[in-house]
């Protein structure tokens, strides 16, 4: 069966400062990754998905993430960090055969000014 | 224009009621879910129909009945509501394939007193 793990469940880290949240996959088949992000109040939307081709994958607002087939792992990341990044993050997994996506337990992104 | 829609956005309401909460997208997908996120954060698939026809039907108490009239809409009715239904319930809709992305509503927040 497949599961989703998010390492961190929040991630503190300073204005204008890299970011990584972390996503771990287990899979025995082929599968699509996505990150979505939901901001106070809201609902998901995505920030970018991972289907074929080239492993380093650009997503909106800054974002990128790395598909290491090897590590089992989509890790995303951010350069810099702006105040109104403050959201909670999630990492999902589908098998390629399937659009069920299922869900990591979100990271908390905080902001500190 | 709002892409997916729900009705109401907040519902209170007191333990033993029936109540329903109403999706409709303006996308032309062909697929549409429910989804609970309780108060951790934490997505749970409920339902799934393609087409008007149910294909994910998760292990939900059988009080909860989706009813999709046509591709566009999806209705979740909630009977003899609990304490424990309290939680942010999101209508989703994707085109249906395989790495499709899922587009989200902004959320229904169910209070039972």
């Known amino acids: 069966a497949q599961s989703v793990t998010q390492l961190d469940s929040q991630v503190p880290v300073f204005e204008e400062a890299p970011v990584e949240l972390r996503c771990n996959y287990s899979?025995?088949?082929?599968?699509?990754l996505f990150w979505y992000v939901q901001y106070p109040n809201q609902g998901l939307q995505l920030l970018l998905k991972?289907?074929?081709?080239s492993t380093l994958v650009k997503g909106i607002n800054g974002f990128e993430a790395e598909f290491n087939k090897s590590q089992t792992s989509f890790h995303l990341r951010k350069p810099s960090v702006h105040i109104s990044d403050t959201a909670e993050y999630f990492c999902?997994?589908?098998?390629?055969?399937?659009?069920?996506?299922?869900w990591g337990a979100g990271t908390k992104l905080i902001i500190k000014p | 224009d709002t892409a997916v829609s729900q009705t109401p956005k907040y519902l209170v309401t007191q333990m033993g009621n029936d109540k329903s909460i109403k999706c409709e997208q303006n996308?032309?997908?062909?697929?549409m879910y429910w989804y609970k996120q309780d108060s951790k954060k934490f997505l749970k698939i409920m339902f799934s129909?393609?087409?008007?026809?149910?294909?994910i039907n998760e292990t939900v108490p059988n009080r909860f009945s989706p009813k999709s009239p046509d591709k566009a809409h999806l209705n979740l009715h909630i009977n003899s509501l609990e304490l424990g239904d309290s939680a942010v319930y999101f209508c989703?809709?994707?085109?249906?394939?395989?790495?499709?992305?899922?587009?989200f509503g902004p959320g229904t927040r169910l209070l039972v007193l």
């Open positions: 129909y393609n087409n008007k026809e149910l294909i």
């Open positions: 999902a997994v589908s098998r390629n055969s399937n659009y069920q996506l299922i």
């Open positions: 989703a809709s994707s085109p249906g394939g395989a790495g499709e992305t899922q587009y």
């Open positions: 996308l032309g997908h062909d697929t």
């Open positions: 991972y289907l074929s081709g």
């Open positions: 899979s025995s088949v082929s599968v699509y």
